[in-house]
């Protein structure tokens, strides 16, 4: 199944927990399942809107974007982000309003049950989520599938909780888990929001993905072929880098291209989705830039 396929599950499972959520709130009056069927709400706008920049991002390479269009799926994890910060500021709100003044919680069980299910829906999304992720290597997917994930053991240990409100007699307890969910879905913000800034300003390659290719490179160096100043950047599931191969002066330049072509071949084989460019350059010999920066 596609990246855009698990998008648009997403977002009809966003719908279906906003209902559930809703009605469990309402039946209860739980400040606790009022702040869960929030977070839902930025589910559902946090879906449609990596669903639209993940269509951006599969658009092929044009001349105004001769590199792709794949860093729009950062923009989705961002935009997330800030979505999750807006959500947590309003239910720290509706919390504190609520402990100042506690109001009595009905139908309990009803509302846990609607919460539960709600919350087996993200979770199995969620799970294929995460495996089709990894699978697909998209960042888009992976954070919606880990704010899904979060929102299910928000909604498991808001469920929890109000269980103990009528065993305890503490309706504080309602606002104080509120609170909670709150200060988790922060958490999950900063992190979409570091992903993405990361991504945005051209982050190196992952020391997995770096390490593979200096096996590679290691295994194809010789006394006759070296390199060096590699670099390596990621645009969400697009991974480039770029090196120089020294050759002998002396080599015929069809020897030297089916060379770079044969190393080309060996580092696109260790690495998923990796695009590489290669300098081929005399021994001894580096380009005028290289110089004047060493310089």
């Known amino acids: 199944m596609s990246v855009s396929a698990f998008l648009k599950l997403s977002v009809l499972a966003a719908l279906a927990t906003i209902g559930l959520k809703t009605a469990a709130w309402w039946v209860t009056g739980s400040v606790g399942l009022l702040s869960d069927a929030m ?69 309990l069980g009803w509302g846990v049950a609607l919460s539960i299910g709600s919350s087996a829906i993200n979770g199995v999304l969620a799970t294929a989520m995460l495996r089709a992720a990894r699978r697909h290597d998209s960042i888009a997917l992976e954070a919606d599938a880990r704010h899904l994930m979060t929102d299910v053991w928000t909604s498991v240990g ?26 988790n879905i922060l958490r999950e913000a900063y992190g ?7 991504g945005l300003m051209d982050r190196a390659l992952s ?13 194809l160096t010789s006394e006759h072929v070296h390199f060096d100043h590699l670099r390596s950047r990621r645009a969400a599931n697009a991974k480039f880098c770029q090196l120089h191969m020294h050759v002998p002066s002396e080599w ?9 072509d044969e190393v080309e071949r060996r580092l696109i084989d260790s690495v998923r989705g990796l695009r590489v460019t290669i300098e081929l350059l005399p021994e001894g010999k580096e380009p005028v830039g290289v110089r004047q920066a060493e310089g």
């Open 39 to 107: 977070e839902s709400f930025v589910n559902l706008a946090a879906a449609m809107f990596a669903l639209v920049m993940v269509t951006i991002a599969q658009a092929p390479a044009d001349d105004d974007h001769p590199y792709g269009h794949n860093k729009a799926e950062y923009f989705s994890s961002g935009f997330e982000a800030m979505m999750i910060l807006g959500a947590s500021l309003a239910i720290i709100w509706t919390a504190l309003h609520r402990w100042f003044s506690p109001q009595p919680l009905e139908s």
């Open 158 to 183: 808001v469920a929890g909780g109000l269980l103990l409100v009528p065993l305890t007699g503490l309706l504080w307890l309602d606002p104080l888990l509120a609170i909670l969910v709150a200060v």
């Open 192 to 198: 979409l929001l570091r992903r993405s800034v990361d």
């Open 207 to 219: 020391d997995e993905d770096r390490g593979r290719i200096d096996a590679a490179l290691q295994q």
């Open 252 to 260: 015929l330049l069809g020897r030297a291209f089916r060379e770079r």
